[in-house]
């Protein structure tokens, strides 16, 4: 199988015993300057700006290929998934794609580490509320102790959320941190109001019982 780099040196000496092409007068004048400033004959420098020409193109292909890959990594929806589309280009695509599996393994690693961060400050939260709370239900403050644990619901579901989000990271799958906190926070808000609808259920229960009485 001809390789990439056999293919350019079989070009290459194509052109050079190849006949050089009628050149323009001005043209010819800049190329007998160039050899002239060289110490090349014309048609060596004739060959040599044929060689460039070449090599130029060459380059220009496989950025293209590089830059078409680039434009597919992102709908990859796995690490797995893109080292294998990866894997399949030549060496010299893959040398100039601005994509890399272990480019977006380390930005996983990063949205994974900012996730503990979050999940670190809703632990700290908990704490203040818990002793909040515990301090409501010394004073006898239903109301404030009932808005108190369904922040503290909300926030256990919103570390949940966060979790899950590692762990889906963790398995390599490929999702912003967006998409993660959104998630995180929808979970948050129905705990809250789940927990809110639950004590607004009990009181209304105790006014009944209290009126029967």
Do not use: C, H, W
């Not at 239900?137 to 979790?163: F, N, P, T, V």
């Not at 990271?169 to 999702?175: F, K, P, Q």
């Amino acid at each position: 199988m001809v390789t990439p780099t056999e293919r350019l040196q079989a070009q290459r000496r194509s052109q050079v015993t190849q006949p050089s092409r009628r050149l323009s007068p001005q043209r010819k004048l800049q190329v007998q300057q160039k050899a002239r400033r060289q110490g090349k004959s014309v048609e060596r420098v004739v060959a040599e700006q044929k060689i460039e020409k070449v090599q130029a193109e060459r380059e220009k292909a496989l950025r293209e290929q590089a830059s078409k890959f680039d434009k597919l990594a992102k709908g990859a929806a796995t690490l797995k998934q893109l080292e294998e589309i990866y894997n399949k280009l030549p060496e010299e695509v893959r040398k100039r794609a601005d994509t890399t599996p272990s480019k977006v393994k380390s930005k996983l690693d990063s949205r994974k580490k900012a996730l503990r961060e979050d999940i670190k400050k809703a632990s700290e939260r908990i704490k203040v509320k818990r002793e909040q709370k515990r301090e409501a239900d010394r004073e006898d403050r239903e109301d404030r102790e009932d808005d108190l644990k369904a922040d503290i619901e909300g926030l256990q579901a919103r570390i949940s959320g966060l979790s899950e989000g590692i762990g889906r990271l963790s398995r390599g799958e490929i999702i912003s941190l967006s998409q993660i906190k959104s998630f995180a926070s929808e979970k948050q808000n129905i705990a809250e109001q789940k927990e809110r609808f639950s004590n607004e259920r009990k009181k209304r229960k105790k006014k009944m019982k209290s009126r029967v009485k």
